[in-house]
Every structure is written in structure tokens, then in C-alpha cells.
């Protein structure tokens, strides 16, 4: 005995799934119509705020206004800046890049203070190129026993250490 099929039923999900195809298909179009819509104005946001603000070799002119004049007097605030003396390394100080070049001339910026141990592994700093104006380099040695710097700046007293043997320097 045949059967017959209904032919209602045919196509129902061949219809189904045709139409998921497309909803799919106009969600995938949607989102990247949307996608491209804001990658376009960005793109226009971009070259506005540039077409404002931005001027031909601008960068040029910021990274050669930060670098110091080859003769200018290289300040030294920290005992690391010390130790770059005359080693060629480029040190921005204050907004500035420095070269510390072996000729260059250098000027104190804070008292320093240098434990003598501390030197045994470099070289020896050539105080010949440092304009002191007014600071000092103190050296100190903590071995087998401790010793503090104490100096007087006018009225003020500045201790380093408490509670320890102490070695008066004035200026």
C-alpha cells in the first residue's frame, strides 16, 4: 500500500532552514556595516584632531629641544649620575638628555655622599672636572666600625646616621 505525502509538508524544513540562513546572514551584514561605520568615523577623528594639532617635523623639534648642547654643563644630583662620569651614557636629568662624555664638565647639585667600599669595583672619579658650587663629595668607610658625616649648613645640622660615631665637617 502507498502512502501519500501531503504536499503541504514538502518544503517545511527546507523553509526552515532557509530562513535561519538568512537571519544569520542579515546579523552577520548588520554588525559589520556597524563595524565599518565606526572604523570610518574614527578614521575622520583621527584626521581631524591630526589637521589641528599636528604640524610637519614636530617631533623632530621636541626630541632635538630635549637633548643638551654638547658644551653645556652636565648637573650631577645622585651618586649614580657621579659614577656616569666620563662613561658616554646618555642620562636624562630634568627633562634634558646629557652625554656624559669624558670632557664634558660637570657641577654638583647636593652633597654626595660615597662609601669608600662601594669604590673598590670602579674607577676613581676625577673631581678635577667638577665645579663643587658650594657641595661637597664626602667619602666614608663602614668596615669593622660605622662613621656618620655630620656638617653644618648655617644654621641647620644634618645628621646621617643616629646613634653612631659621628665626624663633624664643616663647609
Do not use: C
Not at 623639534?61 to 657621579?82: G, N, R
Amino acid at each position: 500500500m502507498k502512502r501519500k505525502i501531503k504536499s503541504s509538508q514538502n518544503g517545511a524544513i527546507s523553509v526552515f532552514v532557509m530562513i535561519t540562513m538568512v537571519f544569520f546572514l542579515l546579523t552577520i551584514v548588520g554588525v559589520y556595516l556597524i563595524s565599518s561605520k565606526r572604523a570610518q568615523t574614527q578614521t575622520e577623528s583621527v584626521k581631524l584632531i591630526k589637521d589641528q594639532y599636528y604640524t610637519e617635523n614636530e617631533e623632530n623639534d621636541i626630541y632635538h629641544s630635549k637633548i643638551a648642547d654638547i658644551s653645556a654643563i652636565i648637573p650631577i644630583y645622585t651618586q649614580e649620575q657621579l659614577w656616569s662620569i666620563g662613561n658616554g651614557k646618555a642620562i636624562e636629568i630634568e627633562g634634558k638628555v646629557y652625554t656624559f662624555n669624558t670632557g664634558a664638565m660637570y657641577q654638583l647639585k647636593n652633597d654626595i655622599i660615597i662609601n669608600i667600599e662601594e669604590m673598590k669595583d670602579s674607577k676613581a672619579i676625577d673631581e678635577s672636572r667638577i665645579n663643587k658650587n658650594n657641595y661637597e663629595i664626602y667619602y666614608y668607610y663602614n668596615g669593622d666600625y660605622y662613621i656618620a658625616i655630620q656638617y653644618s649648613d648655617g644654621n641647620s645640622v644634618k645628621n646621617l646616621a643616629e646613634g653612631i660615631p659621628v665626624i663633624s665637617v664643616s663647609r
